[in-house]
């Protein structure tokens, strides 16, 4: 489950990086000190991944992306895709964590 999530919000972090790149040259710092914050957030919740409140940092963390696309519109559409991923991440994680625990509780130790 954190091995998905973390794969998602690393890539979040490339996103944001490109959505950068398109604010530079706007008027305004204030998107530049927004999408600086949001990638140390990010960087933040993927080591506090090990519990639910990485996951809650990081569900919060996807709605900041919605909020950064008003800044750059091509990204609401991108920002919908990693929402998708996040979720499907979380639920493939949470079967596979379920299918790990079973695998390990009908494990019989070997006789010696």
Known sequence: ????G????AMEI???GFALLLVKDSDGKLPIFYGIAFILLIIIAIRALKGPAG????????LALIAFSVVVT?????????IGL???AYIVGKKGEAARAALVATRT???Q
């Open 74 to 82: 091509a990204l609401w559409f991108i920002a919908l895709i990693f």
């Open 14 to 16: 490339f996103i944001m």
């Open 6 to 9: 973390s794969a998602v919000l």
């Open 1 to 4: 489950m954190r091995v998905l």
């Open 55 to 62: 996951w809650i940092m990081g569900s919060l963390l996807q």
């Open 109 to 111: 130790p070997d006789a």
């Open 86 to 88: 996040w979720i499907s």
